[in-house]
């Protein structure tokens, strides 16, 4: 089965600093998307990015997608203590039919950023 | 719009006795998914489910575990005699459609505590 792996696995930078995490996955997706999960609390999306397109911008977030290599990285340029969370990257299925609706979720990058 | 709710936050059962989490999909929305999340990893699928339908629970273990959606109230994830194992973050979400939706809207999560 695909599973959304996230490098590195923990990153920590200064306030101001720019972050990048990457995600690799292994079949064919419909989309991905990335999330953020505050220490104790619920996962909140912030960006999904479809299999047509390779780079798409959301605030101070930008996502790019290579599909050929089965990569999509995250990067918060800018970046504030209150961005400090881990992200996780989920893939949906590009098949159609029973489980395409699943997400498939990676064990996520722990961002720290230090004020 | 209250968004996605699921109660308890936090819940504590011994070993043997049984754990109800209860979620309520954002309004509009009838399809509900499950998933769970251990210490340090990613979420992993569970169930999906429709009013009065389990579409595909093909992530839930075959003993001990059970999920409903009625047509009236929340969705019940069941889990009979817990084990320490069953320690873990329970999420839901919920989505208006299965295809074509723009990423799933996630409650806060159940934490569960076997002791």
């Known amino acids: 089965s695909q599973q959304g792996e996230e490098d590195p696995q923990a990153l920590s930078i200064q306030e101001g600093e720019n972050a990048t995490m990457n995600c690799s996955y292994k079949?064919?997706?419909?989309?991905l998307q990335w999330y953020r999960q505050n220490s104790g609390r619920g996962l909140v999306h912030l960006i999904l990015?479809?299999?047509?397109?390779r780079e798409k911008h959301s605030g101070r977030l930008r996502v790019t997608l290579d599909t050929s290599k089965k990569s999509s990285s995250l990067l918060i340029t800018a970046s504030r203590a209150a961005d400090t969370a881990s992200y996780f990257c989920?893939?949906?299925?590009?098949?159609?039919?029973?489980?395409?609706?699943?997400?498939?979720f990676g064990k996520g990058t722990k961002l720290s950023v230090i004020p | 719009n209250a968004g996605v709710m699921q109660n308890p936050r936090h819940l504590v059962r011994r070993r043997g006795q049984e754990a109800r989490l209860r979620c309520s999909p954002m309004?509009?929305?009838?399809?509900v998914y499950w998933y769970r999340q251990l210490p340090e990893e990613g979420l992993k699928f569970m169930v999906y489910?429709?009013?009065?339908?389990?579409?595909?629970e093909s992530g839930m273990p075959k003993e001990r575990f059970s999920a409903e959606f009625p047509k009236e109230g929340p969705s019940i994830l069941r889990i009979q005699q817990v084990v320490r194992g069953d320690s873990a973050a329970y999420f839901c979400?919920?989505?208006?459609?299965?295809?074509?939706?723009?990423?799933?809207?996630f409650g806060s999560g159940t934490r569960l505590t076997v002791v």
């Open positions: 989920a893939t949906r299925a590009a098949y159609s039919g029973a489980g395409s609706y699943q997400l498939t």
């Open positions: 079949t064919s997706i419909n989309n």
């Open positions: 990015i479809r299999s047509n397109e």
């Open positions: 309004k509009g929305h009838s399809h």
């Open positions: 489910l429709q009013k009065e339908n389990i579409i595909d």
């Open positions: 979400a919920s989505s208006p459609l299965t295809q074509g939706f723009d990423g799933y809207t």
